[in-house]
């Protein structure tokens, strides 16, 4: 007989899954500007699950533009505690509408600028990648943030170069708590892009690393918006001493985006230009996932649960510019930008 892992007392579960419930959004409007396709492709990994994107398309082009100007607008969200943007949200109707709009104007200010100095700290070149994972793990993962990793990353005493986003997600079916650990990776070439995200996973899943993680959701719980027997409960599945702690699941979801010329042959094909689109991009999949399985089996994760979460669009220097344009990231210098195959994250 199999024993079963316990789980904190009902009533503090009760209260965790209450507590994670409310934090939930319904980010369905997403799917007018980023959609998928469904398929059947596996790998040989099991535990790994492929999710395939794309922008969708207006009059046979793909809307890039308008994704950026979507997905923007959640980046207070994103970029900011919980806590910090309830309060601002419990203002509204108690004072003037143009007081109100002042108030997160200036919010969205703040967010904008921790991003960009989140990413001086990290050495990193402000892009959208982070953000559209974050949508996408809370949309379809129905997973909510837990800790807003860019509100940590610009204290240099403190050393958060991990996980781009934690979140987390309860399964009353089979008493788990699934917490997603964030990677994403933006670079022209596909097969450079699976390489470092296939080390970066490696790395993000050491030891000494998950532990600094927990650590950091521990210490900053305060900010997430739980309940105080929800944070006992979730607590209790951190705590290598605890009765949850056994149920608690390591996930990693994942972006990868990558330059696809299929767009280019799909706004020159006489059929409808999206549905070609779909076809060559399902069929990149198709190829792709071999070369996925095989890299996580080189690093020694062929049991590891993963959500990779397939992207491909006309040019992943067009999205980071599009996006550093709405932010107000200042490009590189001409002369100076980073060559296409160093362009990571």
Same mark, same amino acid.
């Given at each position: 007989?199999?024993?079963?892992?316990?789980?904190?007392?009902?009533?503090?579960?009760?209260?965790? @899954?209450?507590?994670?419930?409310?934090?939930?959004?319904?980010?369905?409007?997403?799917?007018?500007?980023?959609?998928?396709? /469904?398929?059947?492709? @596996?790998?040989?990994?099991?535990?790994?699950?492929?999710?395939?994107?794309?922008?969708?398309?207006?009059?046979?082009?793909?809307? =890039?533009?308008?994704?950026?100007?979507?997905?923007?607008?959640?980046?207070?969200? !994103?970029?900011?505690?919980?806590?910090? =943007?309830?309060?601002?949200?419990?203002?509204?109707?108690?004072?003037?509408?143009?007081? !109100?709009?002042?108030?997160?104007?200036?919010?969205?200010?703040?967010? !904008?600028?921790? !991003?960009?100095?989140?990413?001086?700290?990290?050495?990193?070149?402000?892009?959208?990648?982070?953000?559209? $994972?974050?949508? $996408?793990?809370?949309?379809?993962?129905?997973?909510p943030q837990i =800790?807003?990793?860019?509100?940590?990353?610009?204290?240099?005493?403190?050393?958060?170069?991990?996980?781009?986003?934690?979140? =987390?997600?309860?399964?009353?079916?089979?008493?788990?708590?699934?917490?997603?650990?964030?990677?994403?990776?933006?670079?022209?070439?596909?097969?450079?892009?699976?390489?470092?995200?296939?080390?970066?996973?490696?790395?993000? $899943?050491? /030891?000494?690393?998950?532990?600094?993680?927990?650590?950091?959701?521990?210490?900053?719980?305060?900010?997430?918006?739980?309940?105080?027997?929800?944070?006992?409960?979730?607590?209790?599945?951190?705590?290598?001493?605890?009765?949850?702690?056994?149920?608690?699941?390591?996930? %990693?979801?994942?972006?990868?985006?990558?330059?696809?010329?299929?767009?280019?042959?799909a706004l020159a094909?006489?059929?409808?230009?999206?549905?070609?689109?779909?076809?060559?991009?399902?069929?990149?999949?198709?190829?792709?996932?071999?070369?996925?399985?095989?890299?996580?089996?080189?690093?020694?994760?062929?049991?590891?649960?993963? @959500?990779?979460?397939?992207?491909?669009?006309?040019?992943?220097?067009?999205?980071?510019n599009l996006f550093?344009?709405?932010?107000?990231?200042?490009?590189?210098? %001409?002369?100076?930008?980073?060559?296409?195959?160093?362009?990571?994250?």
């Open positions: 007989m199999t024993d079963t892992p316990a789980v904190p007392a009902a009533p503090l579960i009760g209260a965790l @899954e209450d507590a994670l419930a409310s934090l939930q959004r319904d980010l369905s409007k997403l799917s007018a500007r980023l959609k998928g396709v /469904d398929h059947t492709v @596996e790998t040989e990994c099991k535990a790994l699950t492929l999710r395939l994107h794309y922008p969708a398309f207006r009059q046979r082009k793909p809307m =890039v533009s308008e994704l950026v100007d979507t997905v923007s607008t959640y980046i207070v969200n !994103f970029c900011l505690p919980r806590q910090q =943007v309830a309060e601002l949200n419990e203002r509204y109707g108690k004072v003037s509408a143009e007081e !109100f709009t002042e108030m997160f104007e200036v919010l969205r200010q703040e967010a !904008f600028d921790l !991003f960009k100095r989140a990413h001086v700290a990290t050495n990193r070149n402000g892009e959208a990648g982070e953000l559209i $994972l974050y949508l $996408l793990t809370e949309w379809l993962l129905e997973a =800790v807003a990793k860019m509100s940590l990353k610009t204290n240099t005493e403190m050393p958060v170069h991990g996980a781009d986003g934690v979140h =987390v997600r309860y399964c009353a079916v089979t008493g788990r708590l699934y917490i997603y650990w964030g990677e994403s990776k933006l670079y022209g070439d596909l097969d450079q892009a699976l390489k470092e995200a296939a080390k970066s996973i490696a790395e993000s $899943l050491d /030891d000494k690393k998950i532990k600094h993680e927990i650590t950091l959701v521990k210490r900053h719980l305060d900010l997430s918006g739980l309940t105080p027997d929800a944070k006992k409960a979730m607590l209790d599945f951190l705590d290598p001493y605890g009765s949850g702690y056994a149920n608690r699941h390591d996930v %990693i979801s994942c972006l990868v985006a990558f330059d696809f010329d299929a767009f280019a042959a094909c006489e059929m409808d230009a999206e549905e070609e689109f779909r076809r060559l991009a399902l069929a990149k999949l198709e190829e792709t996932a071999p070369k996925i399985a095989k890299a996580l089996k080189a690093k020694g994760m062929e049991h590891q649960e993963v @959500e990779m979460f397939i992207m491909p669009v006309p040019s992943v220097a067009t999205l980071r550093q344009d709405k932010i107000g990231w200042k490009h590189p210098a %001409i002369g100076k930008a980073p060559k296409k195959s160093a362009g990571k994250k």
